[in-house]
């Protein structure tokens, strides 16, 4: 061998030993698994919340096989693990690495963490999911949740929901004085502001407060999920116009020393279904909730309607005033809040040209029908 084939050898050899080191714990790392814990604050067998297209326990299943079995979740629901609300305080002290639930059950620690689930008279699906992945959104609840010690990501949406269920007729604004509500979030502190003792129960409270009289009405989603639960043999006026949740997402909490300690790949892996999850989770909603108030109107005797005109347009005034008054307390707060209402008031103008147009022309096509 020439001196010159000899060093070419020796030198290739050499680049070979050093890839082969640098490439070693990429191969270590792709072959790690990890065995997670899930929680939720939503009871077993909870259709969307627990169970079903897009639910949490559909997106632990997609994780796992997505990564070949290198991550997998076992899920608990409500009170399986932990009770309904205390998932949040659970990933911070790392006894589980994730939750399922809503960020605005963390108002109380966070206010800011609202904004994240949903704001009364603010954006739709559409609107939510632009704001989180594309304007902004999602990098500020990682913001604001990296103090914590936590991450999140969006794992669900409802859609639009139901203004709630009444034992008695809403037939004007002084109708909300001394009413007793479940209703969690914004929307409850609003209600406050017109008298309303406002209750905060988990889901699988709500049936027997509402039927013992504890409450006088309630929301939860929308017909499919009110049915299951039995709200309509409870109370029988069923109103709409989805003021306080125009949209609901589902909140996925992991910890961040968890989070960081999972390749990039499997890390991907997350984010995918998780997003994966958040548009079945809706497009499963949008199936099954027509088909749900037909029959509650149709075979359970239940009244439904819109709120009156009048009703709504207080709601919304006060809903402005109680969201400046938030925004003015803390600077987390009002930057959460600048950056919600610059982009609804952008995706309102957008909007007006586009959804609402079409929507009216569905709508007359369907009373000419």
Same mark, same amino acid.
């Given at each position: 061998? $020439?001196?010159?084939? *000899? *060093?070419?050898?020796?030198?290739?050899?050499?680049?070979?030993?050093?890839?082969?080191?640098?490439?070693?714990?990429?191969?270590?790392?792709?072959?790690?698994?990890?065995?997670?814990?899930? $929680?939720?604050?939503? =009871?077993? @067998?909870?259709?969307? /919340?627990?169970? +079903?297209? =897009?639910?949490?326990?559909?997106?632990?299943? %997609?994780?796992?096989?997505?990564?070949?079995?290198?991550?997998?979740?076992?899920?608990?629901?409500?009170?399986?693990?932990?009770?309904?609300?205390? @998932?949040?305080?659970?990933?911070?002290? #790392?006894?589980?690495?994730?939750?399922?639930?809503?960020?605005?059950?963390?108002? +109380?620690?966070?206010?800011?963490?609202? /904004?994240?689930?949903?704001?009364?008279?603010?954006?739709?699906?559409?609107?939510?999911?632009?704001?989180?992945?594309?304007?902004?959104?999602?990098?500020?609840?990682?913001?604001?949740?990296?103090?914590? #010690?936590?991450?999140?990501?969006?794992?669900?949406?409802?859609?639009?929901?139901?203004?709630?269920?009444?034992? &008695?007729?809403?037939?004007?604004?002084?109708?909300?004085?001394?009413?007793?509500?479940?209703?969690? =979030?914004?929307?409850?502190?609003?209600?406050?502001?017109l008298g309303v003792e406002v209750k905060l129960l988990p889901g699988g409270e709500?049936?027997?407060?509402?039927?013992?009289?504890?409450?006088?009405?309630?929301?939860?989603? @929308?017909? /499919?999920?009110?049915?299951?639960?039995?709200?309509?043999?409870?109370? !029988?006026? /069923?109103?709409?116009?989805?003021?306080?949740?125009?949209?609901?997402?589902?909140?996925?909490?992991? +910890?961040?020393?968890?989070?960081?300690?999972?390749?990039?790949?499997?890390?991907?892996?997350? !984010?995918?279904?998780?997003?994966?999850?958040?548009?079945?989770?809706?497009?499963?909603?949008?199936?099954?909730?027509?088909?749900?108030?037909?029959?509650?109107?149709?075979?359970? +005797?239940?009244?439904? %309607?819109?709120?009156?005109?009048?009703?709504?347009? %207080?709601?919304?005034?006060?809903?402005? &005033?109680?969201?400046?008054? &938030?925004?003015?307390?803390?600077?987390?707060?009002?930057?959460?809040?600048?950056?919600?209402?610059?982009?609804?008031?952008?995706?309102?103008?957008?909007?007006?040209?586009?959804?609402?147009?079409?929507?009216?022309?569905?709508?007359?096509?369907?009373? &000419?029908?």
């Amino acid at each position: 061998m $020439t001196d010159v084939r *000899r *060093r070419g050898f020796l030198k290739a050899g050499a680049a070979g030993t050093v890839a082969g080191v640098f490439a070693a714990p990429a191969i270590v790392r792709a072959q790690e698994r990890f065995s997670w814990k899930m $929680t939720n604050a939503y =009871g077993p @067998g909870s259709p969307f /919340y627990v169970t +079903g297209p =897009g639910s949490p326990t559909d997106f632990c299943e %997609r994780v796992k096989e997505m990564s070949g079995g290198r991550l997998t979740i076992q899920h608990f629901a409500a009170g399986e693990l932990i009770p309904a609300l205390e @998932g949040f305080d659970a990933v911070r002290a #790392g006894i589980v690495e994730m939750n399922a639930a809503n960020a605005y059950f963390w108002a +109380g620690k966070l206010f800011a963490a609202q /904004y994240f689930t949903t704001v009364p008279f603010g954006l739709n699906f559409q609107g939510m999911n632009a704001w989180l992945y594309h304007a902004g959104g999602l990098e500020l609840w990682h913001e604001i949740y990296k103090p914590l #010690g936590l991450i999140a990501f969006p794992m669900g949406n409802t859609g639009v929901q139901m203004t709630g269920w009444f034992r &008695e007729p809403i037939n004007g604004i002084e109708d909300f004085n001394g009413l007793k509500m479940r209703i969690p =979030g914004l929307a409850g502190k609003v209600y406050q502001q017109l008298g309303v003792e406002v209750k905060l129960l988990p889901g699988g409270e709500i049936f027997p407060a509402l039927e013992r009289g504890v409450i006088d009405a309630a929301e939860f989603v @929308g017909p /499919y999920q009110d049915r299951r639960m039995g709200l309509h043999k409870a109370a !029988k006026n /069923y109103y709409t116009t989805g003021w306080h949740e125009p949209s609901n997402v589902t909140e996925l909490l992991i +910890g961040a020393k968890a989070w960081d300690s999972l390749p990039k790949d499997l890390q991907a892996i997350v !984010k995918s279904a998780a997003q994966a999850c958040n548009l079945d989770s809706f497009a499963w909603s949008e199936a099954v909730n027509a088909d749900a108030l037909k029959d509650l109107v149709e075979n359970e +005797g239940v009244i439904a %309607r819109q709120l009156p005109v009048p009703v709504v347009d %207080r709601l919304k005034a006060v809903t402005d &005033e109680v969201l400046a008054a &938030e925004a003015a307390k803390d600077a987390t707060t009002k930057k959460v809040h600048d950056s919600f209402m610059a982009f609804r008031a952008k995706h309102a103008s957008w909007a007006a040209v586009s959804e609402r147009p079409y929507e009216t022309i569905i709508a007359d096509a369907g009373k &000419e029908a």
